[in-house]
């Protein structure tokens, strides 16, 4: 593969911190030649939020895959003032080191940064999975839907995301807690930069992008969803009764089962 990243006078004359990142892997037992996929979880999760079934379930159908915890999240080094660039760069600098071309993979926020990600990274494909873009409207949302979570993260507290926005009611209470447990926290520049950060440019090289979510997710509006992949030339592939964090929901395997079935009949993604 011939490697094409597009370099700004910015990144040159102010490079990002190089830190240690945690990256999860599941591979196939038989190499299909399939592209790698990575995926980058959004704020507050970690890699082992697709490790849980996602990873596994790729692999189990060919796919190489990969998941990488931004820096401060997981077991990545803490970096308690990233910023929304470094979260990209980690994007780009791991799927630059896997073997193949790489179809990115992201949700919630973590989407945010593959679409930024995919403007310096020329990826087979991209996959936007319950996209946070930002915005007042985001923000109201959370506000009406958990103001003792939002709040804080406005003016720099951690943002708090509850069971309720995360999860249908089919996920059992003691799993919901278990996940919920685990959440860390996003810097509070990265925070910030969901209100005022620029739209994403344009992807190198034009990859297929899927836009996918739930009509029923408490953090995302079916408006958002629709919006987003309107941006990619598309109308966004929805699972009802599902709640933001479809990877990890009752019924996780129905969005990865289409993620992968797109990903089979996507004449570019292979």
């Known amino acids: 593969m011939t490697e094409l990243r597009i370099m700004r006078g910015r990144e ?4 990002v911190r190089p830190v ?6 599941a591979l ?7 592209p790698p996929l990575l995926f980058v979880p ?33 077991a990545s080094e803490p970096a308690p003032e990233a910023t929304l660039r470094a979260y990209t760069h980690d994007v780009v600098q791991v799927a630059a080191s896997l073997p193949r071309q790489t179809v990115l993979v992201g949700h919630g926020a973590g989407a945010l940064v593959v679409a930024h990600a995919l403007a310096r990274y020329p990826a087979r494909g991209a996959v936007l999975v319950a996209p946070v873009f930002g915005g007042w409207g985001v923000l109201g949302a959370a506000l009406r839907r958990n103001p003792a979570g939002t709040v804080p993260a406005v003016f720099g507290g951690p943002l708090r995301l509850n069971r309720g926005q995360l999860f249908s009611r089919e996920l059992p209470d003691e799993e919901a807690r278990r996940h ?15 209100l005022g950060q620029p739209e994403p440019e344009p992807a190198v090289g034009a990859p297929p992008v899927l836009v996918l979510g739930s009509p029923d997710d408490r953090v995302v509006p079916a408006s958002t969803l629709t919006r987003v992949a309107r941006q990619y030339g598309s109308a966004p ?20 089962d289409a993620i992968l079935d797109w990903l089979e009949k996507e004449p570019a993604a292979h």
Do not use: C, N, T
């Not at 040159?12 to 490079?15: G, L």
């Not at 240690?20 to 892997?25: G, H, I, K, P, Y």
């Not at 196939?28 to 399939?34: A, K, M, T, V």
């Open 42 to 74: 959004g704020f507050g999760h970690g890699a082992w939020a697709f490790a849980e079934h996602w990873l596994g379930h790729a692999a189990s159908r060919g796919f190489p895959a990969y998941a990488v915890s931004l820096r401060g999240h997981g």
């Open 20 to 25: 240690r990142r945690e990256v999860l892997s």
């Open 28 to 34: 196939p037992e038989h190499e299909e030649g399939r």
């Open 180 to 194: 919920v447990g685990r959440l860390g926290r996003a810097s509070r520049r990265a925070q910030w930069a969901l």
């Open 237 to 256: 592939l929805l699972f009802p009764g599902m709640g933001h964090d479809l990877m990890l929901d009752a019924r996780w395997a129905e969005p990865i």
């Open 12 to 15: 040159w004359s102010r490079p």
